[in-house]
C-alpha cells in the first residue's frame, strides 16, 4: 500500500531563515510526486510535479527535488507570507493520490 | 477563468437530515474527487470518478453518496447516515487517473 510521512508536523522559521521540508514515500510505481500550499480554511493551491528521482523545479522561494524515496521542500529566505501548511502526495499509476498530513510551517518577522 | 467552484462556503446540517454539497468545473478535466480534512489529518478520499455516469469508493465511502451526469458537475451527498459529518469537504479535479489534482476552496459543514 502507498504510503507518504511528511516531517516536521510543525516549522517555526525567523524571516530569512532557510529550511526543509520533507516527503517520503513508499509506492509500488512511482508516476509522479505532488507538492501543494493550502491556507487555513482554503483548498490546496497545486505547487509542483516530479516525475523522476534527480528532477528539480523551483517557483520563487521554493524549490522541490526528489530521490528515490524523499522529496525535499526547500524555503530559501523565507517571508511571513510564506506561512501556511505544505502538503505532500505521490500517484502510482492508479487512479488515486495518496496524501501526507503535511507541514505546518509558521515564518515570523 | 478556468477553475473549480464549490458551494456553498459553509453548511450547517441538522442531525438526520441529508445535505448536497455541489462541486463544478470548467476546465474540460475528465475526472474529478471528493475529499474530507479534519483537523490534523491528511486528506481523506470519499469518492471518485473518471468519466460521465461512472464512480468509484474511496477510502472512506459509507454515508456519502456521490453522482456524475455532467462532465462538469460532481455534486456530494452527506446522508443521515454518516455519524459523524462535521468537516471540511474538498472537490478536486484533473486530466485523469495519478495525474495533478485541482482543488476548489472547499465547504465546512457543521452539524447542529
Known amino acids: 500500500e502507498d504510503q507518504v510521512t511528511q516531517s516536521p508536523e510543525a516549522l517555526r522559521l525567523q524571516e530569512g531563515e532557510s529550511s526543509s521540508l520533507n516527503c517520503s514515500y513508499t509506492v509500488s510505481g512511482l508516476r509522479g510526486l505532488f507538492w501543494y500550499r493550502q491556507d487555513p480554511g482554503k483548498g490546496p493551491e497545486f505547487l509542483f510535479t516530479l516525475y523522476s528521482a534527480g528532477e528539480e523545479k523551483e517557483k520563487e522561494r521554493l524549490k522541490a527535488t526528489l530521490t528515490k524515496k524523499e522529496s525535499f521542500l526547500h524555503i530559501t529566505a523565507p517571508k511571513p507570507e510564506d506561512s501556511a501548511t505544505y502538503l505532500c502526495?505521490?500517484?502510482?499509476?492508479?487512479?488515486?493520490?495518496?496524501f501526507g498530513a503535511g507541514t505546518i510551517l509558521r515564518v515570523k518577522s | 477563468d478556468g477553475g473549480i467552484t464549490q458551494s456553498p462556503k459553509y453548511l450547517f446540517r441538522k442531525e438526520g437530515q441529508n445535505v448536497t454539497l455541489s462541486c463544478e468545473q470548467n476546465?474540460?478535466?475528465?475526472?474529478m474527487y471528493w475529499y474530507r480534512q479534519d483537523p490534523g489529518q491528511g486528506l481523506r478520499l470519499i469518492y471518485y470518478s473518471q468519466i460521465v455516469n461512472d464512480f468509484q469508493k474511496g477510502d472512506i465511502a459509507e454515508g456519502y453518496s456521490v453522482s456524475r451526469e455532467k462532465k462538469e458537475s460532481f455534486p456530494l451527498t452527506v446522508t443521515s447516515a454518516q455519524k459523524n459529518p462535521t468537516a471540511f469537504y474538498l472537490c478536486?479535479?484533473?486530466?485523469?487517473?495519478?495525474?495533478?489534482?485541482?482543488f476548489g476552496p472547499g465547504t465546512r459543514l457543521t452539524v447542529l
Open positions: 476546465l474540460n478535466h475528465d475526472a
Open positions: 502526495a505521490v500517484s502510482d499509476y492508479g487512479n488515486k493520490l495518496v
Open positions: 478536486a479535479s484533473s486530466l485523469g487517473g495519478g495525474y495533478e489534482q485541482f
